[in-house]
């Protein structure tokens, strides 16, 4: 279920909280899994429409 996507990992942010999701990258996909049910699987998004997505944050393109 998990295999691609190497090494999963979760934003230094959540400290030791273990409800927010995990990202895993793999050659063309960026896998995406919530850490409290990893057993129902990921999303997997392609590499670039992640980035689009992590740099939306960054500009503040969903603050309200």
């Known amino acids: 279920m998990t295999k691609g996507f190497g090494e999963w990992r979760k934003s230094s942010y959540s400290g030791t909280q273990s409800n927010c999701v995990e990202v895993g990258r793999g050659r ?3 896998g995406i899994r919530d ?3 990893r057993e129902a699987g990921h999303l997997a998004v392609p590499v670039s429409r992640f980035q689009d997505f992590i ?3 960054k500009d503040g393109t ?3």
């Open 28 to 30: 063309d996909a960026v």
């Open 35 to 37: 850490t409290k049910n």
């Open 55 to 57: 740099g939306a944050v």
């Open 62 to 64: 969903f603050e309200r």
